[in-house]
């Protein structure tokens, strides 16, 4: 009896642990509104986990657009079509196109009107699609139903779907705390360092010493106030530029920034803002502030004491706009694309910077002596500034090039970097010279080594015109090239084409006139093909849980499957099948499979794979990657999204040093 129990109770918790794979970060709810003459609003509210997005129906693609199918019924019409809330709209460079999504909470809402003296339940389907930053789930159906309108009658209010344990979300919740606090953490380091980089600015860097002079002076030889003033002087600062963070989260909350932020108008106009810093840097013009401000503060530093340590710092700040206020404006918009708080987070380690040193030199004055004295060389950074300036706001374009249509090729942005960093190579060599630089009679070690680095980029840059991928800098481009390397060399890939075993297949693969490989990768699309297959060739199968709209899936082709050491151990060691989650297309009837998850009928390509990940693994989220044998049994632990090529190497050498043990 004991052992018997025992057993199940180890079966129960097996279970649980596996199941917990299955995540459901949508919950929906169902509710009606009585309009008055048998009008009635139905509403379909969705209630998102952080940090999942669900996309919206506003997109020229589904999936990943979310779909509303309503049963047919004569005793009621839809009244328009189904209206939704405010999205999210971001340019997505892995679909080279506007994407809408929700974060958070999403609601649709749908007018009808009830024949007069009848009662209808509404019932129908809403399919929609969820992702994260690492993974996407497949397109989910889920049933809803409004009873018994009409006649003036409420409806009820549906259930809401419960999706997962209370274990189950505490985990989720956990994961994705770490995953939140991670990114802050570096973003913050980001921001620490914009702000080191703002210290050596002409602005700013001739102010260190006449500011830590100043607390001494004015504390009577004090050493204590001298300290306590430092102190007070480099916390204002962090105060100052925090509230600026805290300011525009309270203004504008995370979602609108969002919102304004993946505008193209919005993009546009920061693209012009950034050109106009990077003016300002080459020294076109001063940024400076109305001299009344600065006055003012200014004369508030008299005061002494705590005071004026307050006022010292907000001088400062003012004094140094027009060489903070780039890094200031990038940080806050590049905030605008993270959380609530990353703003903040932000201008906090931006501050930090300036408020360390100061403080530091404030305690320790000797070591004024050893800091490099001003000269031409601030200027030298400072333009240098204005060269990156300029390259990281083309990033902005991608937007409007998108949205307007622009069609601004990859090779163009690729060209135009390839220009701005020979341009600052030739500046840093002393061959071109701005209004307020100083001659350059020799060339210095550090600058030297700039000038190394620079060219080094440049030479990086070049193979992106004939189709490279850069993935260093892939996120800045777009990611269509006009630009076709396999009609120059008239091959795919040479990484993959260049072996004697590249992708052997033994028949012509079902459904290959709709799917298809990346990277001229050859395999199945059906399981049981590739696995006859795989017995044939004697070689281990990779099953490539994907889908069309998994952006997630894209990146991972694109950033992983591309290296050639990757490539090559897919086409020479593997039978890949590829099992797209997704795909509509029809089976024939003979194919058709009865799910043994929820007992429906699966008719299409995707409905069977995406049933089969759940049936088999437990798992309804993609990327996912099973290196199986023969029997179907797994060779080494599954993999998901995951952007090391080194570990993706391990993962496939380790899977097929098994194969050959068995």
């Known amino acids: 009896m004991k052992k018997t129990l025992f057993i199940s109770i180890l079966i129960s918790l097996i279970s649980m642990s596996v199941f917990a794979q299955i995540i459901e970060p949508v919950h929906w709810s169902f509710t009606s509104k009585d309009l008055g003459n048998n009008e009635y609003e139905l509403i379909f509210k969705a209630e998102i986990d952080e940090p999942w997005h669900m996309y919206s129906q506003k997109i020229e693609m589904q999936p990943p657009a979310t779909l509303f199918m309503f049963e047919e019924n004569e005793n009621y019409e839809r009244i328009g079509i189904v209206e939704e809330s405010a999205s999210i709209e971001v340019f997505d460079p892995n679909f080279d196109m506007m994407i809408r999504y929700f974060s958070h909470e999403g609601i649709m809402t749908q007018k009808v009107k009830v024949k007069a003296n009848t ?4 019932k129908g389907t809403i399919e929609y699609m969820s992702c994260d930053d690492t993974k996407c789930l497949p397109p989910t159906e889920i049933d809803f139903e409004f009873k018994n ?14 999706v997962a344990t209370s274990e189950d979300q505490t985990k989720t919740e956990n994961s994705e705390t770490e995953s939140s606090d991670k990114s802050l953490w570096v973003f913050f380091f980001i921001a620490f360092g914009a702000g080191l980089l703002g210290l050596l600015t002409p602005c700013v860097y001739p102010m260190i010493p006449m500011t830590v002079s100043f607390f001494m002076n004015s504390s009577g030889g004090s050493k204590v106030k001298s300290r306590t003033n430092a102190i007070v002087f480099g916390l204002s600062i962090i105060l100052i530029y925090t509230l600026i963070g805290v300011l525009v989260t309270v203004l504008f909350g995370a979602d609108s920034i969002k919102n304004v932020s993946s505008h193209w108008i919005t993009n546009t106009i920061f693209f012009l803002l950034f050109t106009f810093f990077a003016a300002s840097f ?7 502030l109305p001299s009344s401000i600065t006055n003012k503060s200014d004369q508030q530093v008299d005061k002494g004491g705590l005071i004026g340590a307050f006022f010292m710092a907000l001088t400062l700040v003012l004094v140094s706009f027009s060489c903070t206020a780039p890094f200031v404006g990038g940080i806050l918009v590049e ?4 959380s609530l708080i990353q703003p903040i987070v932000g201008m906090f380690g931006f501050s930090l910077a300036f408020a360390l040193l100061f403080t530091f030199l404030a305690f320790f004055p000797s070591l004024l002596g050893k800091l490099p004295q001003s000269g031409g060389w601030l200027n030298s950074v400072k333009v240098v500034l204005g060269f990156i300036i300029l390259a990281l706001g083309t990033k902005f374009l991608l937007v409007p090039n998108q949205a307007l249509g622009w069609d601004i090729s990859r090779e163009f ?17 002393g061959k071109i010279k701005f209004s307020h630089d100083s001659s350059v009679d020799y060339i210095s070690v550090p600058r030297l080594a700039l000038v190394i680095a620079t060219f080094t980029f440049v030479v990086y840059l070049i193979p992106g015109l004939i189709g490279a991928p850069l993935k260093a800098i892939s996120g800045f481009l777009p990611t269509e090239s006009s630009f076709d390397l396999v009609e120059l060399i008239g091959e795919r890939q040479p990484a993959v084409l260049s072996t004697n075993s590249k992708s052997e297949i033994c028949e012509e693969p079902k459904y290959s006139d709709i799917l298809h490989l990346p990277h001229g990768l050859q395999g199945y699309f059906d399981y049981e093909q590739g696995m006859a297959c795989a017995k044939k060739l004697n070689k281990p199968v990779m099953l490539d849980f994907k889908g069309h709209a998994c952006t ?13 050491e990757v490539l090559r151990r897919l086409s020479e060691d593997y039978v890949i099948i590829a099992l797209y989650v997704d795909e509509r297309t029809e089976m024939e009837e003979a194919d058709w499979v009865t799910s043994k998850v929820d007992g429906k009928v699966k008719k299409t390509i995707g409905k069977k794979n995406a049933d089969f990940q759940i049936e088999k693994y437990r798992v309804n989220a993609q990327p996912y990657y099973v290196l199986i044998d023969h029997e179907g049994n797994s060779l080494t632990d599954a993999k998901a999204f995951d952007l090391s090529v080194e570990s993706f190497v391990k ?7 098994e194969f050959e043990k068995r």
Do not use: H
Not at 149 to 162: C, D, F, I, M, R
Not at 282 to 288: D, K, P, Q, S
Not at 552 to 564: A, F, G, R, T, Y
């Open 119 to 122: 009662m209808v339940t509404i």
């Open 651 to 657: 993962f496939l050498d380790a899977g097929k040093a």
């Open 149 to 162: 309108l009409g006649n003036g009658s409420v409806a009820e209010k549906a259930q809401t779907k419960e």
């Open 335 to 338: 905030a605008a694309t993270g």
């Open 413 to 429: 942005f690729i060209a135009l970097w390839i220009v701005l960093f020979t341009l600052l190579g030739f500046y840093l060599l």
């Open 282 to 288: 080459f020294g076109m013009f001063e940024l400076i």
């Open 552 to 564: 997630n899936c894209k990146v991972m082709e694109k950033n992983v499957w591309s290296d050639p």
